[in-house]
């Protein structure tokens, strides 16, 4: 098993910029990919990005690309998500998620792996 928890998550205003953190502990050597899914009130989850362990390869959706960047710390089996020029449209609890598997899914039905989530609330 593998346990996540996020962090980082707060109220900001919009342009502002937020870095999550998400640390693996347990049986990290399972979390192959590890990504970031956002999900707002009243609809489903969806994928922010995703980031590989053995490449470092990285996959955005394209909302986010050119303002989030995913990043991660092998030896600190963590993964972040900077996120830059944030819009209230940003406004979700934003969880972290990993799976052994090195296929960067956009679907979250691809990973095995949660974390409880963390809230970030962007205003207008």
């Known amino acids: 098993q593998v346990q996540l928890v996020e962090s980082g998550g707060e109220l900001v205003q919009a342009g502002g910029s937020l870095r999550l953190s998400c640390v693996a502990s347990g049986r990290t050597a399972s979390a192959n990919v590890m990504g970031w899914f956002r999900q707002a009130p009243g609809k489903e989850r969806e994928f922010v990005a995703a980031?590989?362990?053995?490449?470092?390869?990285?996959r955005y959706a394209d909302s986010v690309k050119g303002r989030f960047t995913i990043s991660r710390d092998n030896a600190k089996s963590s993964v972040y998500l900077q996120m830059n020029s944030l819009k209230p449209e940003d406004t979700a609890v934003y969880y972290c998620?990993?799976?052994?598997?090195?296929?960067?899914?956009?679907?979250?039905?691809?990973?095995?792996?949660w974390g409880q989530g963390t809230q970030v609330t962007v205003s207008s």
């Open positions: 998620a990993a799976d052994k598997s090195n296929l960067m899914f956009t679907t979250p039905l691809g990973y095995d792996y």
């Open positions: 980031v590989t362990g053995s490449s470092g390869s990285v």
